[in-house]
């Protein structure tokens, strides 16, 4: 079964514009969360979302949003780049959203490297 | 608020020496425990995780991890580190219902092995 894809795996960009990032969960997960690495804030969580909507939220301004397909494949979207905003993004997919170790284990992928010029 | 301490930010080893890798949590239910590793340039790949159950669980790559829940630790070991183990190992603690499951993680710690 192939792992979770991210596209594109390097980005660049300059401050003012917009990037969309893309994740294709593995096939049978229907959620999938976003996360920033970056080496001041470390792992931080962005959002998740399951059957297309947003079910869990972290502390990140509203220039960072997100949106899931029928398929579940996910696409994270910033505006308005800032410097900080580069960043390894991590998209982890999971089965479900019911409780339990079944549902609860996140398999990453290898990430988007954003870097903002 | 969940939150996860690694008070080793760069721990170095010889190969063929023991390993343990610090991490202590902070959760107010029954806490899901991971341990990922990563390598430069790489995303994460899960280790082993507590969910319940037997406190010593075994993962991949002969690593296995201690639940103390007295302690509030989860601590990482192995018996004799390869030169392939260098990476960065990242503790996180997550929720056990669906919508509480993000995951935090610990700030990470970077092990080099010499040869």
């Known amino acids: 079964k192939a792992g979770v894809t991210q596209t594109p795996r390097y980005l660049i960009k300059t401050r003012g514009q917009q990037v969309t990032l893309s994740c294709s969960p593995i096939?049978?997960?229907?959620?999938v969360s976003w996360y920033q690495q970056t080496p001041g804030q470390g792992l931080q969580f962005l959002f998740e979302y399951f059957s297309e909507t947003q079910r869990n939220k972290g502390n990140f301004p509203g220039r960072f949003s997100g949106r899931q397909f029928s398929n579940s494949r996910s696409e994270m979207n910033v505006s308005t780049l800032e410097l900080g905003d580069s960043a390894l993004y991590l998209c982890?997919?999971?089965?479900?959203?019911?409780?339990?170790?079944?549902?609860?284990?996140?398999?990453f992928g290898p990430g988007t490297r954003l870097t903002v010029l | 608020a969940q939150s996860v301490t690694q008070p080793d930010i760069h721990i170095t080893v010889s190969e063929g020496a023991s390993l343990e890798l610090r991490c202590n949590y902070s959760y107010g239910a029954t806490p899901y425990l991971f341990w990922y590793v990563q390598s430069p340039g790489q995303g994460l790949q899960l280790l082993l995780k507590?969910?319940?159950?037997?406190?010593l669980v075994q993962g991949i790559k002969g690593f296995e991890a201690e639940f103390k829940r007295s302690q509030s630790s989860f601590n990482l070991r192995k018996p004799s580190v390869h030169w392939s183990d260098a990476a960065e190992y990242f503790c996180a603690v997550g929720g056990s219902t669906g919508t509480a499951s993000k995951l935090t993680f610990g700030t990470g710690t970077r092990l080099q092995v010499t040869l």
């Open positions: 096939s049978g997960h229907r959620s």
């Open positions: 982890a997919s999971r089965i479900g959203l019911a409780g339990g170790p079944f549902n609860n284990e996140q398999f």
């Open positions: 507590y969910f319940s159950g037997d406190t």
